[in-house]
C-alpha cells in the first residue's frame, strides 16, 4: 500500500529528523513512529522495513531534487554547481534531506543502497544528457560533489564572483583566461 502524502511525508520527515539528531545506530522503527506520531504498525502499513522506510526517504530526496532543478529555471549542470543558499527554505530542506540520506547509508547492499545509486545516477545521467563531452560532464559532476561536501562539512562558501567564473568557465562560458 503506499501512504498518503501527508502521513508518507509525516514519517520521512521524522526519520530525516532523527538521522540528523541521532544517526543511524539510534535509529528505530518505534522511534520514528513516535516522532511521527503514528502506530508502530501504522509506519509498517506504509514502510514494511526499516529499509523500505531509509530507501523511501532517499527516493524523496531525489523527487524534491527534480522538483527544484524544475522550479530553478537553469541547467542541469548550473544547478548541479550552484552554492547551498541557507537562507531558502527548499534549498536547505534538499540539504537536510541529502545529509540526513547520507546518514542512511552504512555499506548496505540491499534496497538504500539501489535508492541511493538511483537518485545519484539520475543526476549524472542529466549531465551526461546536457553536456555532449563525457569527460566535461564529469568535471562537472566531480565539482559538483566537492562543492557540495564542503557545504556538508560546514565549510567556508566559495567567494561568488570566484563562483560564478568557476562556472563559466566549466561549461565554457568563458574564455581561459578569465
Known amino acids: 500500500m503506499t501512504a ?26 518505534e522511534a520514528v513512529a513516535a ?21 523511501g526517504m532517499v527516493r524523496r530526496l531525489g523527487e524534491r ?12 549542470a ?10 531558502a527554505t527548499n534549498e536547505l530542506a534538499l540539504f537536510q534531506s541529502m545529509i540526513a540520506a547520507l546518514r542512511s547509508v552504512d555499506s548496505r547492499t540491499g534496497e538504500v543502497q539501489r535508492a541511493v545509486v538511483e537518485v545519484m545516477r539520475s543526476w549524472d545521467d542529466g549531465l551526461k544528457a546536457e553536456i555532449a563531452d563525457p569527460v566535461q560532464a564529469e568535471i562537472v559532476r566531480l565539482v ?8 556538508l ?3 567556508p562558501q566559495p567567494d561568488p564572483e570566484l563562483h560564478r567564473r568557476v562556472v563559466d568557465r566549466l561549461l565554457g562560458r568563458a574564455a581561459p583566461s578569465d
Do not use: C, N
Request: overall charge negative; proline content about 2%.
Open 35 to 55: 516522532e511521527a506520531g503514528v502506530s508502530k504498525g501504522g509506519l509498517l502499513y506504509h514502510f514494511p522495513s526499516k529499509e523500505a522506510l531509509l530507501a
Open 78 to 87: 548550473e544547478w548541479y554547481l550552484q552554492t547551498v543558499d541557507a537562507d
Open 153 to 155: 562539512m560546514g565549510l
Open 4 to 29: 498518503t502524502p501527508r502521513t508518507r511525508d509525516r514519517i520521512l520527515d521524522a526519520l530525516e529528523q532523527l538521522l540528523l539528531t541521532r544517526g543511524l545506530s539510534q535509529v528505530t522503527l
Open 65 to 76: 531534487s527534480d522538483q527544484q532543478l524544475a522550479d530553478s529555471g537553469r541547467s542541469v
Open 144 to 151: 559538483g560533489d566537492g562543492i557540495y561536501l564542503a557545504a
